[in-house]
């Protein structure tokens, strides 16, 4: 009898689109906001995300899209698609993203708000008291900085900056001059307030009445065109390509050269129109032309253009029953006092939000003071534009210590809060450097060297996050600290890297991009391959952000066809297909959306009974792997590894805010019988 014939895959069968599957990771993000065990304002926090979210998604994501597809011979992506179909798929999933957005605002947000007396005032439900307090406020705080624009040969249309507030009015009669052109566009300054709070002493007013800005603008057109009728007034909003380019070989100064791109930044190709749904459309058809759109790039909403402005509402709104109950972070006693002695002693890990960051800026901070250290160095990603962190450095540098910094200037969204404190920590002496030419410095390092009885002893804090406080309250990651001579030597090796000039160096502990972490990742999986063919047990677990890298897809596929057990838990973008006959069939996908959001990198390889569990900055995409600069460290601690692995096992086990990845790309809730249903991870987590 002949074999039966090899199944051949197509690309579009191996791999899942990863700007796709990112859409589908917002629309879990957006399912929270349905979600009733989940308080109402968190519930509002989680839908204004999942409009954050899509606006990046179009900032960089489409916009890069849109530029493949503009080139002459444009390349298809690793799942077989052009940028053109792409961008056709793209269009239909974020119309059909964007409606149910409006319609989880109006037909569940609106209402479940209003029962507990948080009102978003429409026109028609002002009382004459508060018409009146709006008119005055109109008159007095928003008409003076309104800069109405008449379009007519002498008033061309204005240019409209990335993501604000605009209108577009018609207009009927003549002005003082006899012009009548019939429209005019109004824009609101970023510095007006979206949202406006009524006064409780007002008659007809609740404890919490807001009213939109653009209801207030809408309602009081016509006192901007004195004299004049305004017969429609219809906000829209632009969203324009946000990714800068600096062509870091020919830039000699390359904060410099930020500084001049991100002046340009707000005035990208526009590559998305919001308009209100009841704009007319001769008027649509008119800004699409203006913007140099086609009809799949217009968006038409029922409601506020930015979603996000509605962030604002649980500041405003004190109703703790309405959010997530109070969270204490913890301080491992171990990191109370002395933390080089508590270091010295063994390796100390924290698991961020769970254990609180103070201990690692505290580490600075002894490490400003102690006259024993001798010198600092430390890579910055995202810190914020207020940091302890940069605080620590500061007067460390001032205390005479040899402070070197190494700032990526290029972190998105972030480059001028990083330009802003390279200059802070420049101006104290410190030595700041901006990485690698062409590779983001994404490693999160920081090294202590101190004077000890011994001789010099080196000190190392390794991150799977950012040296954030804020975010490290919000997001998932490890922090490990050690004094172990190895980890040390090679993170001493790989600032050498990025502060000087010289051959690769050979690391003896941790794995680095773009060197030897892909590789070192290549050879676990293929060692747990080779287990499962010689019929030994075999598994890998792996924690990531985002998973895309099409050899390292492959190589599972090949652990799994082997009979390795695959569990990977991936937050948000993954093109592997799980679960296809012959194919994935012993790979699992899950992720994980809930209160805090899951951002570690965890790798553990069974390795015969003796698990290997790797931290890491990287996530297993292209440009962590290729282009950038990156570390894995492994957890010498075998305590270290049991916990680590014992928090990987409960993510695997949740059955509460687990979303399983299907192969068809589409993500459906675990769902299983209440009597064996698993409490949250993260609630678990909280509760140890």
Excluded at 468 to 483: C, E, G, I, M, V
Aim: aromatic share 8%.
């Amino acid at each position: 009898m002949d074999a039966p014939a090899k199944h051949e895959f197509q690309p579009s069968d191996l791999y899942i689109n990863r700007e796709l599957s990112l859409l589908e990771f917002n629309r879990r993000v957006l399912e929270q906001a349905k979600d009733e065990r989940i308080p109402l304002l968190e519930r509002l926090k989680f839908l204004c995300i999942s409009s954050s979210n899509l606006d990046e998604f179009f900032e960089i994501r489409v916009a890069g899209t849109q530029q493949m597809a503009d080139l002459p011979t444009p390349q298809r992506g690793s799942d077989g698609m052009s940028p053109q179909e792409l961008l056709a798929a793209i269009s239909v999933r974020a119309h059909a993203l964007v409606e149910e957005q409006y319609r989880v605002f109006n037909d569940v947000i609106v209402p479940a708000l209003d029962k507990e007396r948080i009102r978003f005032l429409r026109r028609a439900e002002w009382t004459p008291e508060q018409d009146t307090w709006l008119r005055n406020f109109f008159g007095n705080e928003l008409a003076p900085v309104l800069s109405p624009i008449g379009l007519d040969p002498a008033h061309p249309f204005p240019r409209i900056l990335n993501k604000s507030l605009n209108f577009i009015v018609s207009l009927s009669g003549k002005d003082a001059f006899g012009r009548n052109t019939g429209l005019a566009i109004v824009q609101a300054p970023r510095a007006l307030p979206r949202l406006i709070q009524l006064p409780r002493d007002i008659s007809g007013s609740g404890p919490h009445d807001f009213v939109f800005l653009s209801s207030v603008i809408h309602a009081y057109v016509d006192e901007l065109f004195p004299g004049m009728e305004a017969s429609g007034c219809y906000q829209f909003r632009v969203t324009r390509n946000s990714d800068l380019f600096v062509d870091e070989e020919e830039a000699k100064d390359l904060a410099e050269a930020l500084e001049d791109e991100l002046s340009q930044r707000q005035w990208g190709d526009s590559v998305r129109l919001e308009v209100a749904h009841n704009c007319p459309e001769v008027m649509s058809q008119y800004l699409m032309q203006e913007m140099q759109l086609t009809p799949a790039d217009v968006y038409q909403v029922n409601g506020p253009v930015n979603l996000m402005r509605l962030m604002a509402i649980p500041d405003m709104v004190d109703r703790a029953d309405l959010k997530y109950p109070p969270f204490t972070q913890k301080v491992p006693k171990a990191l109370t006092g002395d933390l080089f002695a508590a270091i010295r002693d063994r390796d100390q890990l924290l698991h961020h939000p769970y254990d609180s960051f103070m201990p690692v800026v505290e580490f600075l901070r002894q490490a400003a003071k102690d006259p024993r250290v001798l010198a600092i160095k430390q890579t910055l990603y995202r810190t914020g534009a207020k940091s302890p962190v940069v605080d620590a450095l500061v007067e460390a540098a001032k205390n005479g210590k040899e402070v070197t910094v190494v700032v990526e200037l290029r972190a998105r969204f972030d480059e001028a809060d990083n330009i802003d404190l390279a200059e802070k920590l420049q101006d104290v002496g410190a030595h700041v450097v901006y990485g690698v030419v062409g590779y983001k410095t994404h490693a999160k390092m920081c090294l202590v060297i101190r004077r000890e009885e011994s001789g010099l002893k080196n000190y190392v804090h390794l991150g799977t996050g950012n040296y954030h406080p804020r975010t490290a309250r919000q997001y998932t990651d490890y922090s490990l600290f050690t004094a172990d001579s190895e980890i040390c030597k090679d993170v001493h090796a790989v600032f050498l890297q990025l502060t000087s000039l010289g051959k690769v160096i050979k690391l003896h502990a941790l794995l680095q991009s773009p060197f030897t972490l892909v590789k070192g990742m290549h050879e676990r999986i293929e060692r747990e391959t080779e287990a499962a063919r010689k019929g030994k047990p075999a598994r890998i677990v792996a924690k990531m952000n985002s998973l895309v890298e099409p050899e390292i897809i492959s190589r599972l596929y090949t652990a799994s066809q082997a009979g390795v057990k695959i569990d990977l838990i991936v937050r948000g973008m993954c093109s592997l297909r799980p679960g296809v006959a012959g194919l994935s069939d012993n790979i699992s996908v899950r992720s994980i959306v809930g209160r805090f959001l899951e951002h570690h990198r965890v790798f553990c390889f069974h390795h015969d009974g003796n698990p290997e569990v790797w931290l890491s900055s990287a996530d297993w995409m292209e440009r962590n792997l290729f282009r950038r600069v990156e570390v894995a460290f492994p957890l010498k601690d075998k305590k270290l590894r049991t916990r680590v692995i014992e928090h990987l096992e409960a993510y695997v086990a949740d059955t509460a805010q687990s979303w399983l990845l299907q192969p068809d790309g589409s993500y459906l809730r675990a769902e299983v019988p209440q009597k064996n249903a698993t409490k949250a991870v993260q609630l678990r987590l909280m509760e140890e």
